[in-house]
């Protein structure tokens, strides 16, 4: 028992349903467009970005499978996809119609694991290129008409992911789509969805209702048709294929004729070509929606970006300003330092009797050796205290960064973006670059008591030679460091050394500090700031897309 709806459109040969012009602009734009959508990612974590996502791997898969080959090669056969739910029966039908088995049915779910191509023996050089060949069973027979070359899909709600995502793939692949369901799961919400992203590409569709009981067929048949019609479907081609009960193998061929000839006469060269053409121009049409719409998304991550940058750049604030006025206020000269330098200027200390009654330091070479050498380790306990308090700095910031981006007043995309941060790999980077930085702001003191002794002023290169005399050059960028710090007395030596030019030293040294503190903040929120320098969220993102859709619609 067998019903059959006509679809005048997909038999139409108007100009509607002729081929479009392949010129090389089109297929070029066309081209253009496939890699810019590879390209497309969507980085951050916003509302909606997995449905985004969806649409790009469909969209991909529409112009790598179906667009592209189809431009490329007009006259190739015909794609008819069965595809349906889990047992609506896709594999029997396929052998049923080719009166062999081509395909594996079974009970045992999922059945087709992978999919299977048939094609008449003659139409294989044109099918040689297509990009599904790699993925598909293909199985030349002579029971497929020329022009048309069937492909038997696997369940769109099949248990495995991959299942699923290959249906969809070869659905987006397709010229036509045969969809297989049943009476007793017609009205199941997938098939349905599955239906109207049909119609929104305006695919060519045909639909075969398999199982149907002799004594339900009137009303299973007329509410199927009533859906149709809602759906503005009301052209698509029904076949019903009666409930045959529990069987093994193949379908009567008198049950499967209607659609054997149906088969026959799309395959022909003037429907055929209708089909191709109906399908062909209805996904170039609707690329202009999902482009569009991916451009949309696209341009959500760079505003969201934008947002970002924004929270960041306010929650460094703070933390930037904390970093410098600890270091003005000398918790550099702090702990270590300090205690250090007690034991060095007190008692029997090499310092205790550095400056004579007139103000002024004294020593000789015989001491300058001795005090030098007595200053080496302070000049490592403040090379430590100053990494610490740089590596302190950027912890800061990190716990306000922290704060800001997360919580219920955080911005979109931030919650993804923290996530992906500051690993335990990140702390290290950020106290090896502390101690790094802190060992140059050590090491610069060196140039600073070369660029002295080497002074254009006759005074201030005496002074500066007298001192490293005294203290020796090592010794002399100790003292300069610590009254940088903020060690009252080391300034205080400082000025009997230098008098006062030791004193724009000093400032500068200090404001070393300060930038380096600035700094290590600085890295902090440009460590995550890294993350949105990335070209899928640069301001003009969207643009590419944009510009793709342009050239298409000139071309179309």
Excluded at 248 to 255: N, R
């Amino acid at each position: 028992m067998t019903a059959v709806s006509a679809q005048p459109d997909l038999h139409a040969t108007d100009a509607s349903t002729e081929p479009p012009t392949v010129t090389p602009s089109l297929l070029d734009a066309v081209r253009d467009l496939r890699r810019d959508v590879e390209r497309t990612t969507f980085p951050l974590e916003l509302p909606g970005v997995e449905e985004a996502r969806a649409s790009r791997a469909r969209l991909l898969d529409q112009l790598s499978d179906h667009l592209l080959p189809r431009l490329e090669q007009l006259s190739a056969p015909a794609v008819v996809v069965l595809a349906g739910s889990t047992g609506a029966g896709k594999s029997t039908l396929a052998n049923s119609l080719l009166g062999t088995e081509v395909s594996p049915a079974g009970v045992l779910r999922p059945t087709t694991r992978r999919p299977v191509l048939v094609h008449h023996p003659d139409d294989g050089e044109l099918l040689a290129g297509h990009p599904l060949m790699g993925a598909v069973d293909v199985v030349p027979h002579d029971g497929v008409p020329r022009g048309i070359a069937l492909l038997d899909a696997p369940d769109l709600d099949s248990v495995l992911r991959s299942n699923r995502e290959t249906a969809r793939r070869l659905l987006e692949a397709a010229d036509l789509w045969l969809f297989v369901t049943t009476a007793a799961r017609y009205g199941d919400a997938l098939p349905w969805r599955v239906l109207d992203g049909a119609m929104e590409r305006r695919a060519s569709v045909a639909m075969v209702l398999n199982r149907v009981p002799t004594e339900s067929l009137a009303t299973v048949r007329g509410d199927l048709l009533t859906r149709l019609r809602e759906r503005g479907m009301q052209g698509v081609p029904l076949f019903v294929l009666p409930d045959v009960g529990p069987h093994e193998g193949l379908l009567e061929p008198s049950a499967v004729a209607p659609i054997n000839r149906w088969l026959t006469t799309v395959a022909g060269p003037d429907r055929a070509r209708s089909v191709i053409a109906r399908t062909l121009r209805g996904s170039l049409g609707s690329l202009r929606g999902w482009v569009d719409g991916l451009a949309e998304s696209v341009q959500e991550q760079v505003d969201a970006a934008g947002a970002l940058r924004v929270r960041i750049a306010a929650a460094v604030a703070s933390p930037t300003a904390a970093a410098g006025g600890a270091v003005l206020a000398g918790a550099v000269a702090d702990g270590a330092v300090r205690a250090s330098w007690a034991e060095l200027a007190t008692g029997a200390g090499p310092l205790a009797r550095a400056v004579g009654r007139s103000g002024r330091l004294r020593g000789s070479r015989r001491t300058a050796r001795t005090r030098e050498a007595a200053l080496e380790p302070l000049l490592e306990h403040l090379e430590r205290s100053a990494a610490a308090a740089l590596d302190a700095a950027a912890t800061t910031a990190e716990t306000e960064l922290r704060a800001r981006l997360t919580g219920p007043d955080a911005p979109p995309g931030s919650a993804g973006l923290v996530a992906g941060w500051a690993t335990h790999d990140h702390a290290e980077a950020r106290t090896r670059e502390a101690r790094r930085s802190a060992h140059q702001w050590v090491r610069s003191a060196d140039d600073a008591v070369a660029a002295l002794v080497a002074s254009g002023d006759p005074d201030t290169a005496r002074r500066a030679q007298g001192a490293a005399s005294a203290l020796g050059a090592r010794g002399l960028a100790a003292v300069l460091l610590a009254a940088a710090a903020g060690l009252a007395p080391a300034g205080q030596l400082m000025h009997a050394a230098l008098g006062d030019a030791g004193v724009p030293v000093r400032e500068a040294l200090r404001d070393g500090l300060v930038q380096r503190a600035r700094e290590q903040v600085s890295q902090e929120a440009a460590s995550l700031e890294r993350h949105l320098t990335v070209p899928d969220l640069a301001p003009d993102a969207a643009s590419r897309l944009r510009l793709r859709l342009a050239v298409l619609k000139g071309l179309t």
